[in-house]
T-cell receptor, first 109, second 115 residues
Framework: GQNIDQPTEMTATEGAIVQINCTYQTSGFNGLFWYQQHAGEAPTFLSYNVLDGLEEKGRFSSFLSRSKGYSYLLLKELQMKDSASYLCAVQGDNYQLIWGAGTKLIIKP | NAGVTQTPKFRVLKTGQSMTLLCAQDMNHEYMYWYRQDPGMGLRLIHYSVGEGTTAKGEVPDGYNVSRLKKQNFLLGLESAAPSQTSVYFC??????????????FGEGSRLTVL
């Protein structure tokens, strides 16, 4: 079967760095997306990886290892507004997205 | 810049009632999707469309119907609502079906409760 695994919840301190992991088992791979979703709001796009390596975009970076079925989202210089759920989604063989349940990130002062 | 707009935002139905959720996008996107989001689960695809006049089933299509008569609109219908359809429904659109252009733009969501 197809599966996306992410930690359910993580806690971090304002100003620190946090890494949110995502492991996947899918039939085929055509890209991995990360989305941010604040409580009660819609998901918004953060990053896209299709090749191995690190993609950096400001305070956020995303890493992919296709051979290990693994990705992480790295958030630096954490701010209170980063408190949100982070969703990992993999595009499989039929190009439909398979979504993880999301990681709720709590930022403490 | 409206992006993706969903109506209504909230609705309470009784079991057996029918309703339609409307999604409109102003980005000229070909692809449109209806998802449902339930606590502790990932987003699940109900139906999707790859262009005007086309629709296809997603992961959880039973109990729902869709129509894409105009490129900018994607309607989701519940024929006979059941309590299991209590959920938050998100419409999304994308410029392409894959690659960087496959980035999804979501509407604000429609919270549906079926009693």
């Amino acid at each position: 079967g197809q599966n996306i695994d992410q930690p359910t919840e993580m806690t971090a301190t304002e100003g620190a760095i946090v890494q949110i992991n995502c492991t996947y088992q899918t039939s085929g791979f055509n890209g991995l997306f990360w989305y941010q979703q604040h409580a009660g709001e819609a998901p918004t796009f953060l990053s896209y990886n299709v090749l191995d390596g690190l993609e950096e975009k400001g305070r956020f970076s995303s890493f992919l290892s296709r051979s290990k079925g693994y990705s992480y989202l790295l958030l630096k210089e954490l701010q209170m507004k980063d408190s949100a759920s982070y969703l990992c989604a993999v595009q499989g063989d039929n190009y439909q997205l398979i979504w993880g349940a999301g990681t709720k990130l709590i930022i403490k002062p | 810049n409206a992006g993706v707009t969903q109506t209504p935002k909230f609705r309470v139905l009784k079991t057996g009632q029918s309703m339609t959720l409307l999604c409109a996008q102003d980005m000229n996107h070909e692809y449109m999707y209806w998802y449902r989001q339930d606590p502790g689960m990932g987003l699940r695809l109900i139906h999707y469309s790859v262009g005007e006049g086309t629709t296809a089933k997603g992961e959880v299509p039973d109990g729902y119907n869709v129509s894409r008569l105009k490129k900018q609109n994607f309607l989701l219908g519940l024929e006979s609502a059941a309590p299991s359809q209590t959920s938050v429904y998100f419409c999304a659109s994308s410029a392409s079906g894959d690659g960087p252009g496959g980035e999804l733009f979501f509407g604000e969501g429609s919270r549906l409760t079926v009693l």
